[in-house]
């Protein structure tokens, strides 16, 4: 009987141990699977609170005339200007501009802007390769909710080889120059550096 109770006991703590280890593989994948939805669910969160403040911020902005931001630019050099100023979530300032000026006048008057700091600043505004700028503005689309902003002009943005991106820093203002050469439509983007 002895030689029947030991293999017997053997094989029910074999099964038991498999049972026992099977339990323990599915709380630990349970487990894992919970923490990993929680995390995405924070991340997700996350994101979307710093779209709704920057968009916020975006529609809580002011309207602003582009000769405030560039004064000395007069009425004949920049028409159907349209300009916001905006803060975002971390305290700095922006500008937004849409107009039309002719750029052989216009990058040598922003060239000439006054600065704070001529060592931190740029003395010519350089052309640059607008992949990086297309790229941003498609990440950040995913994120605007519909209607947020017109988005004709990003379409010509990402579309049109023709379009030309210049960077100019004037301490204490950075601005992003996108000029669209077919109709003389500029989309200047002020970031303040403090």
Known sequence: MKKYILPVV???LAVSCNKIEEKIDQTVQKTTEAVQEKAQKAVEETVKKTVDESINSLTNSKDVQFNEVFPGSGTTMVT?????????PNGSE????KYKADKAAL????????????SKSDQAARKIDGQNIIDKI???EKFLPANTIDTSILEDIKTDKNIEYYKLKRFPN?????????NQT?????????
């Open 10 to 12: 053997a094989a029910l």
């Open 80 to 88: 159907e200007a349209k300009g916001k100023k905006f803060t975002f």
């Open 94 to 97: 922006g500008y937004i501009f």
């Open 107 to 118: 990058i040598p008057f922003l060239e000439s802007q006054p600065t704070t700091d001529e």
């Open 138 to 140: 498609s990440f950040i």
């Open 174 to 182: 950075k601005s992003t120059i996108i000029y669209n050469p077919k």
């Open 186 to 194: 500029v989309l200047q983007y002020v970031e303040v550096d403090k």
